[in-house]
């Protein structure tokens, strides 16, 4: 048995794409499933904070409740987005960013399916069609943040959400086959 004649060992950067920590306009993450539904949560936020203040009754205790459910999630997914776009979440690589996001999209589901039940309640009590689609995009919020809670909860169980990992490191052997001596041929 003989050594290797050759060994390589590569460094390869982290599977989100992200070969430095530093500061950047990361528009990628726009592209990917979390980004897209940030985005969806921030339009279905508006829309129903916009419409509970639309209604006859902005100021009554089930308005104000839906107002802080949607305007808490608006702020959140903003801030975190904007951590996202800027790769400041590669930077500050300390804080388990995937496991406080799966948590944030489970407290939230659970919010907005209370949102929209408190929402189609007092629509029903005749507070105006501005609850009725309060109610329709609570819940529509509510199938948003679960389905991202759910892309979330798979990357963890997958161990994708560990706050610190390693880059991946790959070793590759090569052997070269011994050669045989030089020995002179003769000619004929």
């Given at each position: ?103 944030y999209t489970c407290i939230w589901t659970f919010f907005w399916f209370v949102s929209g039940c ?30 991202n809670a759910f892309i979330y909860y798979k990357k963890w169980r997958e161990g994708a959400l ?27």
């Amino acid at each position: 048995m003989s050594f290797p004649t050759s060994h390589t060992t590569t460094t390869s950067p982290p599977q989100d794409g992200v070969s430095e920590k530093k500061i950047f306009i990361n528009t990628a993450h726009l592209k990917i499933y979390e980004g897209k539904l940030k985005i969806a949560h921030l339009i279905v936020a508006v829309i129903v904070f916009i419409s509970v203040m639309a209604s006859d009754y902005p100021r009554s205790s089930p308005a104000n409740w839906i107002s802080f459910v949607s305007m808490a999630a608006f702020w959140t997914s903003a801030v975190l987005l904007f951590l996202h776009c800027i790769n400041a979440v590669v930077l500050l690589s300390v804080v388990p960013w995937g496991l406080l996001e799966l948590g944030y999209t489970c407290i939230w589901t659970f919010f907005w399916f209370v949102s929209g039940c408190v929402a189609a309640d007092y629509a029903s009590q005749g507070a105006g069609d501005a609850f009725a689609v309060a109610a329709f995009f609570s819940f529509v919020g509510m199938i948003i943040f679960g389905f991202n809670a759910f892309i979330y909860y798979k990357k963890w169980r997958e161990g994708a959400l560990s706050a610190n990992q390693p880059p991946r490191t790959t070793t590759t052997t090569t052997t070269t086959p011994p050669q045989p001596p030089n020995v002179d041929v003769p000619k004929y």
